[in-house]
């Protein structure tokens, strides 16, 4: 099975699609001809390498045989025999695929339960009939938020393992949301605080992200928030008030 590292399929491609282009110097017309076939190197060269990864095995022998083939407009198989080959391949992929996300889902599902389990039974944890967790980090006097309602927050969200995923720097944030647009657990979490009040939500997958993840979050995890209610808003009392936004791997989608 081929076991070669991104970089190493990138470099041996390059030098089967450069041919003598080191050896002889470069006009205009042969950087771009050059560009060209070093882009077609670094495409296959990622593709190889993701089925790699998979555990699929691959001919690199056969793999260059097919596009010198090509690129000379000949076969050694029908177009017939091609599809089927690459159709029995796909079906190999996705196998594969989901094997390996089953396994990442078992992995963390294990994990997060274990992890659920420890932190509800520290002092000052609470839980609630859904199953999220949460501490009271300092409780505040003002309103409490409606679903309906518009609330300004500083937070950060992490993963068990400490990772942050909430910005790219790992700094708190300031954000304005739309209550309704919010995870089921922050929905939840954030009608129970009042305004000035700062909690930490610790966040089972199935209020959360669940089997599919999101971006930077694998699916079946547990999160962990830190939340500062900040301002809560009617409906229509700022207009400037957002619909989630800005960082694309944000941990408030649509509830």
Known sequence: MLTLDKTLLSVSLAFA???????????????????????????LSSQIYKQTELGASVNMDQVMAGLQDAMKNRSKLSEDEMLQALNTRAEKLNKLFTDKLNKIKETNRKASSDYLETNKSRKGVKVTASGLQYEVKKEGA??????????????????????????????????KFVMMTLIPALKEGLTMMKEGSSYTFVVPASLAYGEEGAGDIPPESALIFDVTLKKVEKPGANKDAAMPAGHPKMAWPHG
């Open 17 to 43: 699609l450069a041919g003598t282009a080191f050896a002889q110097p470069m006009d205009q017309e042969a950087k771009e001809s050059y560009s060209l076939g070093a882009s077609v190197g670094n495409y």
């Open 142 to 175: 003002g309103p409490q938020p409606k679903e309906e309602d518009i609330v300004t927050v500083d937070y950060s969200g992490r993963l068990i393992d400490g990772k942050v995923f909430t910005s790219p720097d790992g700094k708190v944030r300031e954000e």
